[in-house]
């Protein structure tokens, strides 16, 4: 099943969202449809008994050059640029129809409790909205913040979706939280039930070091041992090809100072995430 979610949806998180609909491990979601690709998509929802409820609008994502953006400007529909339009979905008419209505009127917390993301999480999106929607509502760093420490389970590992890999489609409150940690579980059990070879190489690429900046690329340090503040590591993937790729890609190791400040061939660099994940 999952090859043929990822035929149709041309993406990891996307394919791994719908077979978690389809199992009823979520009662709802909501994904983003590009438009030239709806009417296709459409058919596979009838097909598979999916009720959907599309958005009024068009989204234009912003910061394309990133490859992965979790910004986007709102256009109107007849809009002639090309964009992306909202499907909420579920099994159940009524919950596909509430959750565009909750979006509508910017109920996100609610919203985030219909799509069976954990209360805790859907109140920190909540908090946080204000302020990340004038950003980039990127809010991967605010979880870091309300976080202790830097290392945590690879469970709730958000930053590689930069990748099109994750286990969790919301931000969690924070790393270690309990509730996104055995939702994420739950969604490894149906992955493995469908292909197990894709739940081992989700698993192996979710375990291992970020480096997470908002403007300058995210980046995952494979193969990761930490010695006091040294972080080894063997390889890097990066998001965008920035001189802090390159500078990363040269070193054996980087020293963290905090978990949002690093030494990097004695560079101090702030305002970042580093996060370890096994």
Do not use: W
């Amino acid at each position: 099943m999952l090859n043929e979610l990822r035929e149709i949806f041309q993406s990891n998180i996307k394919s791994l969202e719908m077979l978690y609909l389809m199992e009823d491990i979520k009662p709802a979601a909501r994904i983003m449809l590009r438009e030239e690709e709806k009417d296709k998509i459409f058919d596979f929802f009838k097909e598979k008994g999916i009720n959907y409820s599309l958005s009024d609008f068009k989204v234009i994502k912003q910061d394309k050059e990133k490859g992965y953006s979790d910004k986007g400007i709102k256009v109107p529909v007849d809009s002639s640029q090309k964009g992306y339009f909202l499907a909420y979905l579920s099994k159940k008419k009524e919950l596909a129809k509430k959750a565009k209505e909750l979006e509508n009127n910017n109920k996100h917390k609610e919203l985030g409790i219909l799509l069976g993301y954990p209360e805790c999480c859907s109140g920190f999106f909540e908090r946080h909205f204000e302020e990340q929607s004038r950003r980039n509502n990127d809010f991967t760093l605010s979880t870091l913040k309300d976080s202790d420490g830097f290392s945590f389970p690879f469970y709730t590992n958000i930053a590689a979706r930069h990748f099109d890999l994750a286990l969790l489609n919301h931000f969690p409150c924070s790393f270690s939280c309990k509730h996104s940690i055995e939702l994420a579980k739950r969604h490894l059990e149906v992955i493995e039930k469908h292909d197990k070879e894709a739940a081992d190489i989700i698993k192996g690429m979710l375990k291992g070091a970020v480096v997470y900046t908002e403007t300058n690329g995210v980046f995952l340090l494979r193969y990761p041992e930490l010695e006091h503040n040294r972080l080894y590591y063997k390889g890097v993937m990066g998001s965008r090809n920035s001189q802090l790729y390159g500078a990363l890609k040269n070193a054996e190791y980087v020293n963290i100072l905090q978990k949002n400040r690093i030494m990097l061939d004695n560079l101090e660099i702030k305002n970042i995430g580093v996060m370890l994940f096994s």
